[in-house]
């Protein structure tokens, strides 16, 4: 059978950007914080890393050659960039095999089931989290101290809550925050790192740079950062304005956790994040609220990826909503 052009209808417009290139440059974004991960958690941060990026590779391209028979992209970035991102949401003790499984279903259900890149709905390395969690709990919430046994690969013994933890916890047991505050680590140790977590949790700072050089790189914009996180500010500011005993003000709320890094890499994904600007300013609004309700009322300390989850379901209807003005619709003559 020949082989056929199909070629769209005009008008047309062709950019210096291609899936390599913002793939591989979301790598380089992602080097500060894999470098302060290396500094606090040593050896163990680079094995679970390059272990990720190796299961999600491997899994894209063998699925892709030898169940779906069709032309392998597995090296284009995307799959790395899973892995990276599915390692920044783990512990660094985390066992190689749930590592392999969290990366079989990233890639196997959560994208490859709906076709590949540009067809899932949900974030792939979100679902092999929350999978992960579900599935081994106890090592999915065990956080090594930093700083301790840098360099060995064996999994650390000491273990420490997450800051979020140590609030949630302390809250239930009826404590206010003044007597947590030395349990507590300060701003200033939350925006640099030296704080129990997991990988991509450790260094606040490091994934803020990772995310100007995205934006200088125009790869992303700054809709879906800025707004998610001014979102969990101002709802978490409401409570700490009424009992800031009880509640973290809401400087924590963002440098702590996981907020930094799902605003910055996870909730701007192009696949799973509305098409327009003003789609995204509402999907990241609801997004931090979301994770705040989490955060503040949920059983579980961390809302972030859920709420990234939850709000990818919403995407389609948003894209519905605010629907991108057409290519050449306004055009002035005059």
């Not at 140790?189 to 803020?208: K, T």
């Not at 996180?229 to 963002?254: E, M, N, R």
């Not at 609801?286 to 059983?299: D, K, N, P, T």
């Amino acid at each position: 059978m020949n082989k056929r052009l199909i070629v769209s209808l005009s008008p047309h417009e062709k950019g210096d950007m291609s899936v390599e290139k913002i793939m591989w440059g979301v790598v380089i974004a992602l080097a500060p914080a894999f470098l302060a991960s290396i500094y606090f958690y040593g050896l163990n941060a680079v094995r679970v890393v390059v272990l990720g990026m190796v299961f999600c590779t491997g899994i894209e391209y063998l699925l892709q050659k030898f169940v779906l028979k069709q032309g392998v992209t597995a090296l284009d970035g995307s799959a790395a960039v899973t892995g990276i991102l599915l390692a920044f949401n783990l512990p660094a003790t985390i066992p190689w095999w749930q590592l392999f499984i969290g990366s079989l279903v990233a890639i196997g259900v959560a994208k490859m089931t709906f076709g590949g890149l540009g067809k899932n709905p949900f974030n792939p390395a979100l679902v092999g989290r929350a999978f992960m969690l579900a599935s081994f709990p106890v090592s999915m919430t065990s956080w090594p101290t930093p700083l301790v046994s840098l360099w060995t690969l064996k999994a650390d013994a000491v273990t420490s809550a997450t800051s979020l933890g140590i609030l949630k916890e302390g809250v239930k047991l009826g404590k206010t925050l003044p007597q947590l505050a030395d349990r507590l680590p300060s701003h200033v140790d939350l925006f640099i790192g030296n704080v129990g977590g997991c990988l991509g949790e450790v260094s606040a700072l490091a994934i803020l740079i990772g995310g100007v050089y995205l934006l200088g790189r125009k790869i992303i914009t700054w809709h879906i950062p800025v707004c998610y996180l001014l979102s969990l500010a101002a709802f978490t500011g409401v409570f700490w304005f009424i009992d800031p005993g009880k509640y973290a003000d809401p400087l924590f709320h963002i440098l702590a956790g996981g907020a930094m890094l799902g605003a910055w890499f996870m909730a701007t994904d192009l696949v799973t994040s509305p098409m327009t600007p003003a789609g995204q300013v509402v999907f990241a609004l609801a997004g931090g609220i979301l994770c705040g309700a989490i955060r503040i009322f949920g059983s579980y300390p961390e809302g972030c990826s859920y709420s990234i989850l939850v709000m990818n379901a919403f995407v389609p209807l948003i894209d519905r909503a605010f629907k991108p003005k057409r290519f050449g619709s306004e055009v002035n003559y005059g």
